[in-house]
T-cell receptor, first 113, second 109 residues
């Protein structure tokens, strides 16, 4: 009964070959987030959507783009993956209300060949 | 800058009690969260503190002191399945979550 679903769990791509990661939610939450997490490090927020409003973190590389075609779906596009982009990518949702936590998907582990 | 500090790794014995500390320096404060993350999996929500004091939830408790910029997560009656990383995250004045790098907890029989 997963509520935040990420596909695929594992993704392998070639250096420089565009890749898209997907996230869907059944919670009807207003906010969707994309994080990058490398081993033994804190999750790093890349961007988030509040409804259709897109918010990009200042230090997110231009190589990373996102789309949210509707409430349920959000995509992370990496235009030209480099070796440094190998990481776990986490999608999370929240209602946007103050006391509510973020709910995470199982993540997509991206490997770059 | 904004900063969350947690010990990198802790070891404890099955059945015992362990306290994981978190100190923070952020631009404003709108609550502190603790998450559990098993290796290779996503973080799962454990607790939320916004007022000073102790919040108890079964075997897990979380404490907050806003004046000291300090929180701890207390785990009682440790079980092997509690082996995981525990992440402290603070919501700042912009309602963004600032994450710590996590504390890896190793439970020994």
């Amino acid at each position: 009964d997963a509520m935040v679903i990420q596909n695929p769990r594992y993704q392998v791509t070639q250096f420089g070959k565009p890749v898209t990661l997907s996230c869907s939610q059944t919670l009807n939450h207003n906010v969707m987030y994309w994080y990058q997490q490398k081993s033994s490090q804190a999750p790093k927020l890349l961007f988030h959507y509040y409804d259709k409003d897109f918010n990009n973190e200042a230090d997110t590389p231009d190589n990373f783009q996102s789309r949210r075609p509707n409430t349920s779906f959000c995509f992370l596009d990496i235009r030209s993956p480099g070796l440094g982009d190998a990481a776990m990518y986490l999608c999370a949702t929240s209602t946007g209300q103050e006391i509510q936590p973020q709910h995470f998907g199982d993540g997509t582990r991206l490997s770059i060949l | 800058g904004q900063n969350i500090d947690q010990p990198t790794e802790m070891t404890a014995t099955e059945g015992a009690i362990v306290q994981i500390n978190c100190t923070y320096q952020t631009s404003g404060f709108n609550g502190l969260f603790w998450y559990q993350q098993h290796a290779g999996e996503a973080p799962t929500f454990l607790s939320y503190n916004v007022l000073d004091g102790l919040e108890e939830k079964g075997r897990f408790s979380s404490f907050l002191s806003r004046s000291k910029g300090y929180s701890y997560l207390l785990l009682k009656e440790l079980q092997m399945k509690d082996s995981a990383s525990y992440l402290c995250a603070v919501r700042d004045s912009n309602y963004q979550l600032i994450w710590g790098a996590g504390t890896k907890l190793i439970i020994k029989p």
